[in-house]
């Protein structure tokens, strides 16, 4: 088992520019989350989908974030256009029955 | 909105002594609660799960839950420099005991094992 595997693990870009972040879940997990941490306000959920449907994306800070679920094995987050305070490690986790196991995160630096 | 708080530390304890983490709740309905470690620059990892009132161990590891003072705890025996990291406390979101809506994290407790 591979673990959840997010792409990239490092992504540093220019305030505006278009960001997206990719999370390959375990296979079988029927619910896919995605967080943000920082030091100031520690994890915080976005979004989550279960069976690739979202069902609260009450999280997502602003319409600058959108996210997606087309088949059971990918998602994406994206942000455009990016501002500096997104600066972040954002994690995708995907559950089965209780608990959450956690990507590798991406670190993201916006300039 | 459910509320999660620890103390963020550092909390520092000397090698093989006994690491006590603690965490406060506001939802009194919260049912389950997780306990999740975090290295620097890593991702956060589960360890823990609790439902029950009382305790439950996991070889150096005790949880321990109080519904009526809502607060859980954590306990490590025996720490190990290897056991310096962050520790999470997290309940679920919604209703759902095992997290099926999400979890809210504390802020964390950051563990300093002394050799």
């Known amino acids: 088992d591979a673990g959840v595997i997010q792409s990239p693990r490092h992504e540093v870009t220019e305030m505006g520019q278009e960001v997206t972040l990719r999370c390959k879940p375990i296979s079988g997990h029927n619910s896919l989350f995605w967080y943000r941490q ?3 306000r520690g ?3 976005l979004i989550y989908f279960n069976n690739n449907v979202p069902i609260d994306d009450s999280g997502m800070p602003e319409d600058r974030f959108s996210a997606k679920m087309p088949n059971a094995s990918f998602s994406t987050l994206k942000i455009q256009p990016s501002e500096p305070r997104d600066s972040a490690v954002y994690f995708c986790a995907s559950r089965a029955n209780y608990g959450y196991t956690f990507g590798s995160g991406t670190r993201l630096t916006v300039v | 909105q459910k509320e999660v708080e620890q103390n963020s530390g550092p909390l520092s ?3 093989g002594a006994i690491a006590s983490l603690n965490c406060t709740y506001s939802d009194r309905g919260s049912q389950s609660f997780f ?3 975090q290295y620097s620059g890593k991702s956060p990892e589960l360890i823990m799960f ?4 009382g305790d439950k161990e996991d070889g150096r590891f005790t949880a321990q839950l109080n ?4 607060y859980v705890s954590l306990l490590i ?3 190990q420099p290897s056991d310096s990291a962050t520790y999470l406390c997290a309940a ?3 209703s759902s005991g095992g997290g099926a809506d999400g979890l809210t994290f504390g802020k964390g407790t950051h563990l300093i094992i002394q050799p």
């Open chain 2, 67 to 70: 519904k009526a003072s809502q």
């Open chain 2, 13 to 15: 304890v000397p090698e």
């Open chain 2, 35 to 37: 306990w999740y470690r």
């Open chain 2, 92 to 94: 679920p979101i919604g």
């Open chain 2, 50 to 53: 609790i439902y029950s009132n």
């Open chain 2, 77 to 79: 025996r025996d720490s």
């Open chain 1, 43 to 45: 994890l915080e959920l």
């Open chain 1, 38 to 40: 920082t030091m100031m």
